[in-house]
């Protein structure tokens, strides 16, 4: 992404705060199944969401919606191209999960690192988005679709800041650093207000390097 100055005043609308699916679905297809181009109407929830993210000044591509097999799928998915902060690894995801993503980057990332550590975010390092899998660390049966399968949930592994540092979700979770502990807390807690599901070191060792946000109307913070 290009990287831009980010202007700390710069603020989203509260829609961008709300978590959105898409109502639309894909007849199963099996797993291994070539992916084809799905010919449907977008939905006039992801083109509100295409809307809200064209407003606040987001360069972004839509996607074509995609069935990939095995209820695997992306439908109202964008890729971010430049939301004026460097992020890593983020490629296809639904809109609803990109709009939520940008307001937490621009309004609580970029804030709480400028004013609890004293230096600028530089660059979001993420583990990715789609991914066609199950949910990882999870006992018992049926095995259950993780959010990634559509394109709807991103994992936040690692903040760069200017003055050289790299907060880590991994090293840095239970820091010693109460101040950088203090910045974790503080963004995790503003994720919960943003997206339906945030997973943390907190909830189960499958997540001790990452923050898991899916933007699902869950209502689960942990």
Known sequence: MTLKKFIPVLLLPLSLAACGGDDRRVPPRPVGA????LN???????QACFADLSRVGIRYSPLPDRDYGGRCSLIGAVQLVDIGLPVTGIKGMRCGVARAFVGWARNA???AAHQMLG?????VETMGTYACRNVVGRSGSPARLSGHATG???DVSAFILRDGRRISIEKDWRSGDEQVRAFLQTIHGSACKRFGT???PDYNAAHYNHLHLEDDRARFCR
């Open 198 to 200: 945030v997973l943390s």
């Open 40 to 46: 449907i109407p977008t939905s006039k929830e992801t």
């Open 119 to 123: 230096s600028d975010v530089v660059r």
């Open 34 to 37: 070539r992916p084809i181009t």
């Open 152 to 154: 709807n949930a991103v």
């Open 109 to 111: 990332i970029a804030p």
